[in-house]
């Protein structure tokens, strides 16, 4: 028997079943799974639709335990009605940001206010680029275009004709001889007396607004001057229940815990698992309609070269050949940083990438000795500033496979033989030995 199917019919179950899937794909993402977890058996592979649902950021696959502290960390802070500071830090790649975005995405469905600011220069991104005025003018919920409102409202927040003085000097307010003269009068203590008033009179405006958490992503890029002003805000519990998340990168300053952050919980994000790096590498295909299980090699090469690392593993499954081609994001972090660092230095971690992941000082002191480097512990010490490679005790190595390829890989090949010689030297030396 044959049932006539109007046109109009077929439309409307196809769109019955796009309504399905974003359903069903809201729900996985709540939940951190994979959308054929939730619907097997389903006889239409849930990876044909997965291109119509709203685009967000990728899944924290392994971030469970990372993003339940922040939760923790949260709850913490609105029971004992007292401000609180976190930490989270790791590696170029680690997931920081969509840690953090996937954080704020569940208070965003809670209905809680948040803030958001960043470092980052990338035109492509709408979140706030951090600077000191940009902190206090959000926290006021003001423009700071209408410079009428904004002092209005200055002197209705602060506390003190000082306060708002000061506020007003950090935000770029035009100000008189008169004034300019009394803040320069201000003795050092004093002025941070100041500033943690400031600190003090805006979290308890911003919880006033029902302000749940404050996020500054990238905090390895500050200057001194943020780095002094965003301090007064955490280094004291004020009492007022608000989360403030501090992400770094581990590089410069960053390479350990700074001082100004010892008080605060902190994260390190550590690789993911190989079954987290598989639910992850099989989202990223599905995200763009590609069915994982025709792209089996793709993904056991990626997940192998990524070592844990999520952006690594983004980068090498879309990747012409992802078994030998290096990440292209990260080449050209790596071409930054060389280009910006003292050519002793990239001759350095060249001539060790060479010798392998792991390295030790005899062979930087070989290095120092045929290059003339006056100074070796200080260029070790700019070595390991420089965030690619960390001490292993009691040698040295890369943050990460990849990261000593692509240095290998910058290489000339009039340099490869001098390293090469200077490395025979040595072989020679201890044989002779």
């Known amino acids: 028997m044959r049932i006539p199917v109007s046109v109009s019919s077929v439309k409307r179950a196809e769109a019955g079943k796009r309504v399905l899937y974003r359903t069903l794909s809201n729900l996985a993402d ?56 976190t930490y989270v830090h790791g590696m170029i790649g680690m997931g920081k940001s969509n840690l953090v975005d996937t954080f704020l995405n569940h208070l965003k469905a809670a209905k809680k206010r948040t803030l958001k600011f960043t470092t980052s220069t990338n035109p492509t991104q709408s979140i706030d680029h951090f600077s000191v ?13 209408d410079e009428l409102a904004l002092r209005n409202k200055m002197h ?37 007396e100041v500033d943690r008033l400031i600190a003090k009179d ?44 501090i992400s770094a990168q581990e590089v410069g300053n960053f390479t350990n815990v700074p001082d100004w952050l010892s008080l605060a919980h902190t994260i390190r994000l550590k690789p993911i698992d190989t079954l987290s790096s598989n639910k992850l590498a099989n989202t990223f295909l599905l995200t763009q309609g590609l069915c994982p299980i025709k792209n089996r090699f793709r993904i056991e090469s990626s997940i192998e070269r990524a070592c844990g ?30 280009s910006e660092m003292p050519e002793q230095l990239v001759k350095l971690l060249r001539f060790v990438s060479l010798i392998g992941i792991f390295f030790n000082t005899e062979q930087i002191q070989l290095f120092s000795c045929h290059a003339n480097i006056k100074s070796p512990l200080c260029i070790q010490q700019r070595m390991l500033h420089s965030g690619l490679v960390i001490q292993s005790s009691p040698d040295y190595k890369f943050i990460h496979p990849l990261v000593r390829d692509v240095i290998k890989n910058t290489i000339s090949e009039n340099e490869i033989d001098w390293y090469k010689q200077l490395l025979i030297d040595k072989t020679q030396h201890v044989n002779r030995i």
């Open 30 to 85: 709540y939940f951190q799974v994979s959308p054929d977890t939730l619907l097997p058996n389903t006889p239409i592979p849930t990876w044909l639709y997965k291109h119509l649902s709203e685009q967000k950021s990728a899944p924290c696959y392994g971030r469970e335990w990372e993003l339940q502290q922040l939760h923790t960390l949260l709850n913490n802070a609105e029971r004992q009605r007292k401000s609180k500071t």
């Open 202 to 245: 805006l979290l308890s405006y911003a919880t006033h607004k029902k302000l749940s958490v404050i996020v500054l992503d990238g905090a390895h890029l500050l200057s001194h001057i943020d780095i002094e002003f965003i301090r007064t805000f955490i280094q004291y519990e004020y009492a007022y229940p608000i989360l403030f998340i």
């Open 133 to 145: 005025s940009m902190l206090i003018q959000q926290l006021l919920l003001t423009d700071l275009n």
């Open 309 to 338: 690392n999520p952006s690594f593993l983004k980068q090498l499954l879309f990747a012409p050949f992802p078994e030998t081609s290096d990440p292209e994001a990260l080449q050209q972090v790596i071409s930054t940083l060389l």
């Open 156 to 192: 209705l927040v602060f506390s003190s004709p000082i306060g708002c003085l000061r506020a007003s000097q950090l935000v770029g307010l035009t100000l008189n001889q008169h004034q300019w003269t009394t803040i320069k009068r201000l003795s050092s203590s004093r002025l941070q």
